[in-house]
């Protein structure tokens, strides 16, 4: 019988397995709960500053039976936080959200510090990492980051940052090789702390908006960098982008992860015809999760796996209000079904 990480790792390494592993990363993948919070009565916002809540939190999330790892953090808010814009963070209903930015436009871009990720939000990440470290080490540990683009749009309006990727270019790739550098910075402290995997998600470098030739230019460059970095440490990575994908499959297929991650509006029958050569993972509808019924659930994870998923997750961040037996039903029935 494989372990949660043996599994894994199996799948990353291409082996043979008995089933898909059952994940679900952290970061923009939140995988907390209200129903979850309240078994255990933690404070959601208070997890987000506390190491140990975090931990607990993570921890329970795996110890209950609905995903087959430990995932920390539980929000997209720590990189721009820690960059200077406000947060508002949220409450056992929804996740934390940035509420004020901290430029008005990529030209301010030197107005940003370099974070020190000893301190803050982003120690408490860390911190949480090693104390995940200390418990079952049968489930891999997954870290996360903020992906380039998404960052940028949380210190700066996206919609002033889609503009200036074209009218201010210069300034634009300044802007996001420094927050580039400073997510490197971010994944070593995670890695160090006793990561086995670094999510990347990055919603706002949907190929949708930014078109083909904008996606290679700064989404591929960027992410690639950060993917680099992590390599030379030897762990794995996942990179997970929002919307359509039919404009950018080429470009898609030139992010280095080991592992990419789409949400529901792509099929994963017309992801697998389109990249057959990479590990997918996703996509079951969080929409379906938080308002269906587990069979449905069931019905929509045998059919992700037919069609082509090696890894079956949540194709979003859960919605806070979704069950446990519903959460409960994806990993059920790859347990019991496949």
Not at 101 to 114: A, L, T
Not at 196 to 204: C, R
Not at 260 to 280: A, I, T, Y
Not at 285 to 302: D, H, N, Q, R, V
Request: hydrophobic content about 40%; overall charge negative.
């Amino acid at each position: 019988m494989l372990s949660p990480k043996e599994r894994l790792n199996k799948v990353i390494k291409r082996e043979k397995v008995d089933r898909p592993p059952c994940i679900c990363p952290g970061g923009m993948m939140n995988m907390v709960t209200k129903e979850l919070l309240e078994s255990i009565e933690i404070d959601f916002p208070c997890a987000h500053t506390n190491s140990s809540m975090m931990a607990d939190l993570a921890a329970a999330v795996y110890e209950s039976g609905c995903f087959e790892n430990y995932g920390v953090p539980f929000c997209m808010t720590i990189e721009a936080e820690e960059f200077g814009s406000k947060v508002d963070m949220g409450t056992s209903i929804y996740e934390p959200h940035v509420i004020e930015y901290k430029i008005n436009s990529v030209k301010e871009w030197r107005n940003i510090s370099e974070i020190d990720y000893k301190q803050g939000r982003g120690k408490v990440v860390s911190d949480a990492i090693k104390l995940l470290k200390l418990r079952d080490s049968a489930a891999p540990i997954i870290g996360n980051l903020t992906g380039p683009i998404s960052t940028a749009g949380s210190v700066l309006d996206p919609i002033m940052l889609y503009k200036e990727l074209k009218k201010a270019n210069k300034e634009a790739h300044e802007f996001i090789n420094f927050i580039t550098e400073q997510l490197i910075a971010f994944a070593k402290e995670q890695i160090n702390a006793g990561a086995d995997i670094i999510a990347i998600s990055d919603p706002s470098a949907t190929g949708e908006i930014l078109g083909s030739k904008l996606f290679d230019e700064f989404v591929v460059l960027y992410i690639n960098k950060i993917i680099n970095s992590i390599k030379k440490s030897g762990i794995p990575t996942i990179v997970h982008i929002c919307g359509q994908m039919k404009n950018v499959y080429p470009e898609v297929d030139k992010i280095k992860s080991d592992i990419l991650s789409f949400d529901s509006v792509v099929s994963m029958k017309d992801l697998r015809e389109n990249l057959p050569d990479r590990l997918l993972m996703g996509n079951i509808s969080t929409y379906a999760i938080e308002f269906g019924e587990p069979e449905k659930i069931a019905e929509l994870t045998k059919r992700c796996v037919e069609n082509g998923a090696d890894i079956v997750s949540p194709a979003c961040g859960l919605g806070m209000k979704s069950s446990l037996k519903n959460i409960r039903s994806i990993s059920e029935t790859l347990k019991k079904e496949l």
